[in-house]
């Protein structure tokens, strides 16, 4: 079957990613913040270690001890405090909490925050009024902020359109989640090449939102991930990173999808 | 001192190269040909390649020995058959001229070609509709075919912009040529990672154009270009060949250069 393929080019976005769409909403939301603090080893960091250039105000980001150097300097060209001595998966959180209790800084979710997926959402809002209504799109799934605010606004102004989330076969938490019909957490943090979406766990804002809009998640094994990032720079000539992959993967896997379909390319912070 | 950059970007043209122009214009022009032959080991072969289809006429490619077979497999994926056993820098061009005799193909020169030369031309032409003039234009130089189509335009539309073309230090044939005044040919074919300019010697229909419609042309170090296609990948997102590089290179060196510029990126052929 001969596919259209529409493509929302968020590699294109400032900072590289779909993510400072949720973390500048955020911090436009908030009165006079003193500060900005988030943890995140990714794209949310340069997210939001944007967005508090934007307001001028001071950025801490906690980043796990192994992240690396590359997203480390990435965040700090933005001007923001890098913390990252002693930071893993099981302190991370904490690390932020005490930081923004200690100096009063915002602290941004990557996720589980209503502003956060009001964010995301607006770059389905401007895909609704580049094209014609897809048959289905394709959403990349970790916490769920981004499905989130796409799906709502999809089912919204194209109510016949299915939302399919796409995680790995290594990361597939929202999957299970939708069917235990509760949250589920992963017994260990997933190793997977998409590494936007390492959750361990669906968000408590984000899972509702995705049981009451989306329609199915599939899961996609590794090797499908990079062939089909090396398919996007291939032929389309544009960097993505492994996680925008995600999206072009069923297709490589055969799954069944209907004609016209709208993919939603997360990022392109990617060196080769 | 901060600069505009402007990116006419023919790593989006059909085919991934600017390549494509000057074979179509060439092929177009032809009454009825048999066939298409040429010799190319990169963008060009996937130019005649790809002109013999729109034609609907078969097309012979020539390649050297040692061409990647990823190449080889392009230039096959547009139905054109691939000889290279056996072929070389040496016995290349009699190899093509050969079957051109025998077989009655029309033999599409890779830049030493009139309607090449004023097919890659067209690239300048859409440049200059869609900005206004920029102080200067770098180009890559290999044989000679795009910097002079496009110097021919730029100097018709934009008398005052200086046209700058750009060898890698290794494949500085033409910047030699220009200095003697004549014709010069490197000694041994140039090792270069900017292989899209790996010829010995400018051409003679291209060198008269290029003595006079360009300003200078600089010669960069291999790390230097190899430096700027990074940056173009990491800041732009957009895949690019080495050869592309070799526009902002001098840029990186510290080369003197105005404030406002068009770059021709010539092609994003590469996988990481």
């Known amino acids: 079957m001969s596919r259209e393929l529409l493509f929302k080019s968020e590699h294109l976005q400032k900072t590289g990613s779909f993510k400072v769409r949720g973390a500048l909403n955020a911090a436009l939301q908030l009165d006079g913040p003193r500060g900005l603090v988030t943890l995140s080893s990714g794209n949310h960091a340069q997210g939001v270690a944007f967005s508090s250039r934007v307001l001028g105000v001071p950025c801490v980001v906690v980043m796990y001890e192994d992240a690396s150097e590359t997203k480390k300097a990435a965040v700090r060209s933005y001007g923001a405090t890098v913390v990252d001595e002693g930071v893993t998966r099981l302190n991370g959180e904490e690390r ?114 995705v049981q009451k809009y989306v329609d199915e998640v599939l899961a996609v094994r590794e090797e499908s991930i990079l062939e089909a990032q090396r398919l996007m720079m291939r032929h389309l000539k544009q960097v993505v990173e492994p996680t925008a992959g995600l999206t072009l993967a069923p297709l490589l896997e055969g799954a069944e999808l209907p004609r016209r379909l709208g993919l939603f390319v997360c990022g392109g912070n990617w060196l080769p």
């Open 96 to 209: 932020v909490r005490a930081i923004a209790a200690e100096r009063g800084f915002h602290y941004i979710h990557a996720y589980d925050d209503a502003q956060v997926m009001a964010g995301q959402g607006t770059q389905a809002l401007e895909f609704t009024e580049q094209t014609g209504a897809p048959e289905a799109v394709l959403v990349a799934v970790g916490g769920g902020g981004m499905i989130s605010g796409i799906a709502t606004v999809i089912k919204a102004v194209w109510p016949g359109t299915r939302v399919i989330g796409v995680e790995p076969a290594a990361a597939d938490d929202t999957r299970r989640s939708l069917l235990a019909g509760r949250r589920i957490r992963l017994e260990a943090p997933p190793r997977t090449v998409a590494d936007g979406v390492q959750t361990m766990m669906p968000g408590a804002l984000t899972f509702p939102v």
